[in-house]
């Protein structure tokens, strides 16, 4: 939505922080308000990714199409086309989970993820031509999006990028109303997937997360609730299973990174994921508060939120009518 009333009431000191994902409207406060204090911080609900369907489209049931799609997407030009530059690659558990996520130095190097693309292009184009991806109906390359205006710009340069690198025209895309959304996705129907956000990343432990993409769907045992077109591998419930049924942390860590090491190998095993992004913050110096938090909890914030009536920025502020 349009931030500027925000911004406004920010600058008039009638609220004392905001946050945005607009890079170029908070630098802009930045830069006009010198005594602000401006920082940036990995946020796991600001990202983009591709949840496909892996297991009854005509197309992406083949292994070679959707290798050719995760090695052709690149990940770089998705940050600076969705995220204004500030955004970094994406495993299969958002980056921000330092402790969780596959470090950006392993995935510099892993097929998909490497630059120059040179080599998975020359890997994507070879698989797309032994699968005679050309052959299979346009219907089974759109992808589908909502009706978000920040949205509106992937059914552009999305299909474009795919297309491009893949030397194909096959990709397309369509936008269908954000209230449709969960009904699509539940349908089942043999549709081509989401194309958007990922949220609901709200625990310091992204286990449970995680499986409710990953596992089986409920209807097949797992713990995937989220994980509409069912897709499942022995593999990958193995290492679910295993990251539950461990207590130490340390080695659950180690698990779901193997899970994600398996996921590269593997299409992406369901969800194409590129890239998370930073939020930036602002804040007036007369505010303290802890955090901000990769993950918000607004309980602590209350808990630890002051205000300091002598800081000289307090001057000015707008006190409560």
Not at 157 to 166: I, Q, R, V
Not at 186 to 205: C, E, F, I, K, R
Request: proline share 6%; with cysteine; charged share 20%.
């Amino acid at each position: 939505g349009d931030i500027n009333p925000q911004r406004l009431a920010f600058e008039q000191k009638q609220i004392d922080e905001l946050a945005s994902r607009d890079k170029a409207v908070m630098e802009e406060i930045a830069a006009n308000n010198p005594d602000v204090e401006a920082f940036r911080i990995g946020d796991p609900n600001n990202n983009l990714e591709f949840a496909y369907n892996y297991t009854t489209n005509r197309a992406l049931s083949d292994e070679r199409i959707r290798t050719a799609m995760f090695l052709a997407t690149d990940r770089a030009l998705v940050a600076q086309q969705h995220f204004q530059g500030l955004g970094r690659p994406n495993p299969a558990v958002n980056w921000p989970f330092t402790a969780w996520a596959l470090s950006q130095e392993e995935l510099s190097e892993a097929p998909g993820y490497r630059q120059p693309k040179d080599q998975d292009l020359a890997d994507a184009r070879a698989l797309w031509e032994q699968a005679d991806a050309e052959s299979h109906d346009d219907l089974d390359f759109r992808v589908t999006t909502v009706d978000f205006p920040q949205y509106v710009p992937l059914l552009e340069w999305f299909p474009a990028m795919l297309n491009t690198n893949l030397g194909t025209e096959k990709w397309n895309a369509q936008a269908i109303p954000v209230t449709s959304l969960l009904e699509y996705n539940n349908s089942g129907q043999a549709s081509v997937g989401y194309l958007g956000g990922w949220d609901q990343w709200n625990s310091p432990d992204p286990r449970t997360r995680f499986a409710q993409v990953y596992s089986a769907h409920p209807d097949d045992g797992g713990r995937g609730t989220i994980n509409f077109w069912k897709y499942t591998t022995p593999t990958m419930e193995g290492f679910i299973n295993d990251m539950f049924t461990e207590f130490d942390n340390e080695r659950a860590q180690e698990i779901i990174k193997d899970a994600q090491r398996f996921a590269l190998t593997d299409a992406g095993s369901g969800h194409l994921q590129m890239v998370c992004g930073l939020t930036s913050w602002v804040k007036w110096p007369y505010l303290h508060r802890a955090g901000p938090f990769f993950i918000t909890y607004g309980t602590t914030i209350s808990q630890e939120l002051w205000i300091d009536q002598d800081d000289p920025t307090f001057q000015g502020k707008q006190r409560p009518a």
